[in-house]
Antibody
Framework: EIQLVESGGALIQPGGSLRLSCVASGFIFSNYEMNWVRQAPGKGLECVSYIDRDSRIKYYADSVKGRFTISRDNAENSLYLQMNSLTAEDTAIYYC????????????WGQGTTVTVSS | AIQMTQSPSSLSASVGDRVIITCRASQDIRNALGWYQQKPGKVPKLLIYAASSLQSGVPSRFSGSGSGTDFILTISSLQPEDFATYYCLQDYSSWHTFGGGTKVEIK
């Protein structure tokens, strides 16, 4: 079964740091580009970060640039998001998402992990 | 960044109705457009990719059309399980952006 399982979400104080993890199974992880997509409470979907198969190309939303770092370990079938200097605006469910390779085809989503930034 | 404008932001419809949702890009995105369905408390699900290609396992009552800047998601005969929020997504540019969403509610 193709699966993405996120972990690492927590309640954290403003200014704090958190590292999200996503473990992939059921497919050849190294063959796929990956993303983090978030959804704030009651809001829409926002692409946070993207990484290509070889970790050579990385993109970030302007709202997180300089604070978040995406990485992957293909040997461990894992995707990561290091989040620093967190603010209340970062409060959201964070989804690990696979790119199928076809246009606009984010075809596999994890169940999400919740990050709450509050004092 | 390319802006994606969805309309309407919400609509009320009855089972069996034909539903049309539109998405407009702020610049030409060719066919780099997808449609996603999200039910309350659930994970988003890919319905359509490449503007008009139906994702495997998605019912044929869903269809997508358009290219360039204007795109349409059509649900030919709304079913009870289709009440949800729908998002368009572009990935033509290096930065991918979602539309604001369209909530489809029961009339």
């Amino acid at each position: 079964e193709i699966q993405l399982v996120e972990s690492g979400g927590a309640l954290i104080q403003p200014g704090g740091s958190l590292r999200l993890s996503c473990v992939a199974s059921g497919f050849i992880f190294s063959n796929y580009e990956m993303n983090w997509v978030r959804q704030a409470p009651g809001k829409g979907l926002e692409c946070v970060s993207y990484i290509d198969r070889d970790s050579r190309i990385k993109y970030y939303a302007d709202s997180v640039k300089g604070r978040f770092t995406i990485s992957r370990d293909n040997a461990e079938n894992s995707l990561y998001l290091q989040m620093n200097s967190l603010t209340a605006e970062d409060t959201a469910i964070y989804y690990c998402v696979r790119e199928d390779g076809e246009p606009a085809a984010k075809d596999v989503w994890g169940q999400g992990t919740t990050v709450t930034v509050s004092s | 960044a390319i802006q994606m404008t969805q309309s309407p932001s919400s609509l009320s419809a009855s089972v069996g109705d034909r539903v049309i949702i539109t998405c407009r890009a702020s610049q030409d995105i060719r066919n780099a457009l997808g449609w996603y369905q999200q039910k309350p408390g659930k994970v988003p699900k890919l319905l359509i990719y490449a503007a008009s290609s139906l994702q495997s396992g998605v019912p044929s009552r869903f269809s997508g059309s358009g290219s360039g800047t204007d795109f349409i998601l059509t649900i030919s005969s709304l079913q009870p399980e289709d009440f949800a929020t729908y998002y368009c997504l572009q990935d033509y540019s290096s930065w991918h952006t979602f539309g604001g969403g369209t909530k489809v509610e029961i009339k």
